[in-house]
């Protein structure tokens, strides 16, 4: 897992993450971002967290997008390991309806940040722009790219609503 691979990492704690993630890797190929995913779970697979985090600056990784559910420990223990930028998004969890992955997540202590995106599918898409606008600061055509990615999204609004229906 070290070899270098892409630029952003997209990790989640489980298979039934990537229906949430795949919204982030979809946005990442939109905008031409090289990204690898892997399931890494901070509780059942933890040597593969450990590998994977600290190994991931020497893979040529630049940025690390980290989605999880329930006690949502997988970007804070990748941000503990790693002085990579960490996103993390909070899955929607079944019993609490990822209020709980929102709180693991975000409530950090002092001095190992994860930049804490929106539940859900939001949060997969906001976590691959704000990643994209990291290596777009030092890579040109990426950020021509990102702004015309917003201005198509621009561009999509109507001016007057209509009727649904
Ligand atoms: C977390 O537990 C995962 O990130 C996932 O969101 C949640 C449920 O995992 P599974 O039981 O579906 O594997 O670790």
Redesign the pocket.
Known sequence: MTDRQADVAII??????WT?MRHAADTLAELGVSHKSLIV????TPQRLYDFATGAKAAGYKVVVA????????PGMAAAMTSLPVFGVP?E?KALSGQD?LLSIVQMPAGVPVGTLAIGKAGAINAALIAAAVLALTDAELAGRLEAWRAAQTDKVALEPKDEG
């Open positions: 989640m704690g489980s298979q039934s993450d949430t779970s901070a509780h059942r989605g999880a559910g329930g006690a949502a420990h997988l899955v969890s992955s």
